[in-house]
């Protein structure tokens, strides 16, 4: 039995999938299904502010449409039907010849990706219904403007027309009419750039511009669809780690015109600034324009105060409504708003990009107004965002030569040479330059090229243009709006003021007051950093205003960080300096200090002698040569840590980075037997070095293997770190050393390790007439110790998980080499999602960190577990190792507060899931 909805038979009691929601169905909770643009057009409308009547294509459409190549069944009609109820709720009829009812189809992902997906306007227009456009706005020259906005906007994004050939002929209409712009050109002239466009749509397609207004809406529907997987699209969520599996939404929405007279406008607005945080609406106004013209920055834009000079009307009613979305949403909200002949329609709302420095300034001023609490202020920011404001900013009393100036879109500090296309930066910066690319505007076309530059500049566009979002959104240093900058794109220079800059020149780009220079300036510790190492009163007595507030927000909300976190943070460090850095940063303790560092010089040469000593007593000889050197390393650096843990590494490098270069002996050698200068000690050496030579040393003679082939080496630094722990009690001092063993594979290998450290150590203390307590433990670093790690417990007081060498062997390839032999491929053809040694592969290495945590904690339950590898300052992983129970994580001294902060955000995550 059937019943019949609109123009489909459906079997009764089946479940189907709707497909399509009108904006007055949906709400801002919605944004898996309807995209955060969707969702936030039906929270506006169902707040009743003015949006223009309209409905969503859900991303689930978009994921069936981009699995079968075809849109699902059902939807056509529920367009259709959306179309009727839009038709209806309007008064007038798409592609009707009296009163037209156009309509705008744009994307909207659950993630915001700016300018990275496609977009059509004035959708409805044809050869017919424009004569009615002229009729019912009275004004010709805004309805041939209209339609030539659709052919070129549908020929790009639709058909894929390259529309250089649009903005070539527009050019050209320009040139003709002995006008200054587009803006300019009349309706005559105008209808003849329609005829052009239409004709090159024709040249380029083999078809006529399409006249059914149904047609256009459908296939602007799978040409948004379709954008999901444009190039630039994925690159930006590879970059930003969006899934590629979320689908985008699709807005089709009446459209409101901006162009149509001189009391009509479009603009784009933040409740406070988003490159400061400093409170009070900002925003950039158009008159007479659409919607992209803003966003585009092809034209300079006006201010928000400057509109209100224009339409106070409107712009009062703007604030009122910016001010009630920030209170509703709790948070910064980005807005776009068209005015039509007076009248203020919103357009989109959502939650707005900032700065690093706007995030945490921002935070904390909702949480001062009361909007939120101090936990969702440090849900609100992030490591990679403290790890910004860490970065030097230029000395400003350095001598400068001022190139231009423009708006501060987005702070920082970049240094690079010009480049003035996004190809040329990418190649560039692949062969190690840095680069700054410089453009009249930029385009989402340019993303890779914004992506390889330190910072990016522009002569056009305010700071809601594309290349102010989409570089804030990457954290990028920019400029935009250096109006007195002419960018020749084809001569490859930018002039100012009598000042020409060539391709490869240097310059300095300071995104936090919009200056731009000549040439490299010196850069000195940023604020925050100096706050983070030396203290919140010695940072607040030298800072600016701005900087201390900023300053303020950072301890307040690190504070809350360490005071909520579970997860303890430590840090790499190889030397005393590196230690008191981190302990000055924060850090808890050392979870790897690398000895092999420290056995560079004349150490290196005793090692050598070690490892080739023809007799013990050579050997002997060499070792305790290196004992004092190796026992005052270690003094000063448990002196550094007093009262905080130092784990310290046994060596682990591969055996060839303490032997003479096998190629270079070899030719010595037999360089001299052709000159009859043989010398025997070389050939000698030759011999030796050949008999330990390896085809691949980093799975070779290294770590525990070392120690037990050359148990010397493991005995003087055990015995170099007792000595110092005692020197240390001696002193008054409160060591806390742990003996971390590399490499191991077998509880055998550490048992026979520890027996003989332990040995060791029982000596030293019996001799000094104290009492060392010293924990031995081991690095997980292969797969074989993960999956044995029950029976390696026995043997050890604590896990570090190396997981840098972890990955190297789970995945079979080394980090040394991916990046250039195939790393690019993987990524292209979606292999990875994010580099595995950049943050940890969950499915494999994590998986591997899980199985051990669990496998050791049964064996033994008081065992201690960190993490040593890069991942243990990366934000996502120190995620997963607070999930999987890890005791602390350890990273290099400076995302040390980076670790603090993610390991407070992670527990309140914990809190939320329950």
Partial sequence: MYKVVGRIDRPLGRAVTKYVYDFSEGNKDQVDLLGGKGANLAEMTRLGL??????????????????????PSGLATEVDEAISRLEDTVGRRIGGVSDPLLVSVRSGAKVSMPGMMDTVLNVGLNDESVEGLVTVSGNPRFAWDSYRRLIQMFARTVMDIDGDLFSDALNAAVESAGVGADADLDAAALQEVVAAFKQIYREQTGREFPQDPRRQIDLAIKAVFSSWNTPRARLYRRRERIPDDLGTAVNICTMVFGNLDDRSGTGVGFTRDPATGTPGVYGDYLSKAQGEDVVAG?????SLDEFREIDERSHDELVDIMRRLEIHYRDLCDIEFTVERGKLWMLQTRVGKRTASAAFRIAAQLVDEGLISIDEALDRVTGAQLGQLMFPQFDQTAPRATFTAGMAASPGAAVGRAVFD???????????????????ETNPDDLAGMVASEGILTARGGKTSHAAVVARGMGKTCVCGAGDMNVDPDARTAACGGVTVTEGEVLSVNGSTGE????????????????????????????GSDSRELIAAVDRILIRADSVRRLGVRANADTSADARRARALGAEGIGLCRTEHMFLGDRRILVERVILAESQAEQDEALEALLPPQRGDFVEILRAM???????????PPLHEFLPDHADLRVKVAIARERGEVDEADVSLLAAVERLHESNPMLGLRGVRLGLVVPGLFRLQVRAIAEASVERIKAGGDPLAEIMVPLVGSVTELRLIRDDAEATIASIAEKAGVDLDIPIGTMIELPRAAL??????GAADFFSFGTNDLTQTTWGFSRDDVEAAFFSTYLDKGVFKVSPFETIDLAGVGELVRIASVKGRARRPELHLGVCGEHGGDPDSIHFFD????DYVSCSPFRVPVARLEAGRSALSALATG
């Fill in 788 to 793: 044995t790690a029950d029976r390696i417990a």
């Fill in 883 to 886: 999930r999987v129970g890890l």
């Fill in 298 to 302: 092809i034209r300079n834009t006006l």
């Fill in 642 to 652: 007093d009262g905080l843990p130092a784990t310290i590494r046994l060596l682990d």
């Fill in 50 to 71: 003015p949006v223009p009547p309209g409905f969503t294509v859900t991303t689930e459409a978009c994921r069936k449409y981009l699995a079968a190549g075809d849109e």
């Fill in 422 to 440: 996004s190809a040329t930066a990418v190649e560039w910066a692949a062969r190690g330059e840095k680069v700054v690319l410089v453009r009249k």
């Fill in 516 to 543: 731009v220079f000549v040439g490299e300036l010196p850069v000195v510790d940023s604020p925050v950093f100096r706050y983070l190492e030396e203290g919140l009163d010695v940072a607040l007595g030298d800072a």
